[in-house]
C-alpha cells in the first residue's frame, strides 16, 4: 500500500509541473495545466453556481419602545446576480409584535394594568447589493440599500383605567413607507447552498392614528426607526 501511495504522489507530482522541457512529451505553457490553475477553477466552480438565489431568514426587529420594542421577523427572498459584485432583489417578511402600552404611552391615559395590542406587519422590500469581497472567494460581505412598504394592522385594545373607568381603543396604521440600509455576510456551504447573516435599519415613514372611542382622547405615532437582525440561508441557482 504504501508503494501505491507513493506511486500516485509522483505522477500527482509529475503532472502539476509538466515534462521536462525538450521532451517527446513537452507541451506549450498554454497548454499546461498547473496546480494552481486547478485550485482556481474549483473556486471558480463554486463562485459561478448561479446568478438567482431564492432563501428563507428569521430573526429579530427591535424598536424604541415606540410603537414597539421587539418584532419577531421571518420571510422569504430572491436574488439576482448582475455580475460578481452587484445583485438585486425582493424580500417579503412577516412581523409580529405588541403596539406597547397605546392607552398611557400615545393618548396619556393610566391604565390599571400594562395593555398591549397584538399586531403584525407584512413588509415587502426591493434592495441592491454589493459585493466588497474579491468574486473567487467563498465570502460575501455586502453593503445593503433598499426601499419598500408594510401594511400593519393592529387590534383593538380594551381595558380599565386607573381611575376604574373603561377604555376601547382602535388603531388605523394603514400603509408605511420604509427605507432601509445595512451590512450581510454569505458564506458558501457547497457549490449552491449559502448560510446568510444580515444587519439592517429600517426608517418607517409612518402616520398611525390612535383613538379611545370613551374618552374620545386621539394622537398620531409618526415615523420611527427599527433595527432588523437576520438569519437564514439559500440555494443558489
Known sequence: MSKLVAATTILG?????GPAPGSALAVSPADALPCSRLSIASSDAV????????GL???TTLGDGKPANDMITYGVF???HVNNRFSFGVGVELLTFDFEEPAPRVL???TSATFDA???SVLIEGAAEFNLLPADSLHEL????GVGCAAVSVDDLRGTTASGGTFDIDTNAGTELLFSIGAGYRFQLSQHWNLEALA???HHLADWSVRDSVSGASATVNDYGTTSLLLGFSHRF
Open 142 to 145: 455586502v453593503v445593503h440599500g
Open 57 to 59: 431568514r428569521g430573526g
Open 78 to 80: 430572491g436574488r439576482y
Open 13 to 17: 507530482l509529475v503532472a502539476c509541473a
Open 118 to 120: 397584538g399586531a403584525t
Open 108 to 110: 396619556g391615559i393610566a
Open 47 to 54: 463562485s459561478n453556481a448561479g446568478r438567482f438565489d431564492f
Open 200 to 202: 439592517r435599519y429600517n
